[in-house]
């Protein structure tokens, strides 16, 4: 028994000195490696080339920050992920990426329109639409909308007919009966309205990817229309980076009503930026960590 487990023992380390040398390297030691040359993704890409070992655990820090040094490298990124997408869901590739980053461009491609079709096609081949359980749009709108009028009732009551005019506020006085027969009625009046269908009601659609950091610094091509058209699409970005590209309050408080898993922000060189837009953000983003507005 005892020569049967020395025989199994011999052949199996033969076997595994009979491997290439690259081959015995163990995946963790691999990832140091990798993470160590990731900043140069030509020798990255030859690394992973070398066996299929090296494939498999080289393949994802590959893709997980793609670098663009010129607009050409970023459409032939975007007809990648277009190809390898399909009907069935997001490609396998399109899952690892993590970071897109396009500060590494020079000027003149950062102030290219094209780059933000690019960047929308990219989104779109990440996100994976997923239906919100029940039906929030009513739940958050449709409610409010029919107490409105019991709102309007309502602050009416502390008005005073006589002596002042409509815009003039007085004390409050007693509640009489004819005030609290009016807010009844305006209630029995709200309640008896007839409510839309459950499947009548808006749904609202969340949209999640593996995209974590968006860095759009000085990319003057990515217009602010185009950010508040994809700003539904990344709800799972946490570091965002909009410094020097001219963004409005506007575009500022369509992304936070968004992108409320916000951690880190730069909005530096940002000179149409006011108070208001910096508060938008700050009330609807409540896990902000650090914030940029260097000017």
């Not at 993470?35 to 070992?53: H, N």
């Not at 590959?62 to 997408?85: D, K």
């Not at 839309?196 to 749904?203: D, I, L, S, V, Y």
């Amino acid at each position: 028994m005892e020569a049967d487990r020395e025989t199994v023992v011999s052949v199996s380390r033969a076997f595994y000195l009979q491997r290439p040398a690259c081959s015995r390297v163990p995946p963790e030691i691999l990832l140091e490696i990798f993470a160590l040359v990731a900043p140069s993704q030509a020798s990255l890409r030859a690394c992973i080339l070398t066996c299929r070992q090296w494939n498999l655990v080289g393949t994802p820090v590959l893709w997980r920050r793609p670098q663009f040094h010129r607009l050409s490298s970023v459409e032939h990124f975007a007809s990648t992920l277009m190809m390898f997408t399909s009907e069935a869901g997001v490609s396998h590739y399109a899952k690892l990426v993590e970071t897109v980053s396009f500060s590494t461009l020079p000027e003149v491609d950062r102030n290219n329109p094209q780059l933000a079709t690019l960047l929308d096609t990219i989104v779109n081949c990440m996100v994976v639409p997923k239906p919100s359980p029940g039906p929030l749009g009513w739940a958050k709108h449709g409610s409010r909308n029919l107490l409105a009028p019991v709102i309007k009732r309502s602050r009416s009551l502390s008005r005073s007919n006589a002596g002042c005019d409509d815009d003039s506020v007085v004390a409050a006085r007693p509640l009489s009966a004819t005030d609290l027969q009016l807010a009844d009625d305006s209630i029995t009046a709200v309640a008896g309205t007839a409510q839309p269908a459950e499947h009548e009601r808006p749904t609202a659609t969340v949209y999640t990817s593996s995209l974590r950091q968006l860095d759009l610094r000085f990319c003057k091509g990515v217009r602010n229309y185009s950010l508040q058209r994809l700003a539904p699409r990344l709800a799972s970005i946490n570091v965002l980076n909009l410094a020097g590209g001219l963004r409005t309050d506007i575009t500022i408080a369509k992304l936070s009503q968004h992108m409320t898993d916000l951690r880190r922000v730069s909005l530096a060189w940002t000179s149409n930026l006011t108070d208001f837009g910096v508060s938008e953000l700050v009330q609807r983003c409540k896990n902000i960590e650090a914030l940029d507005l260097t000017y």
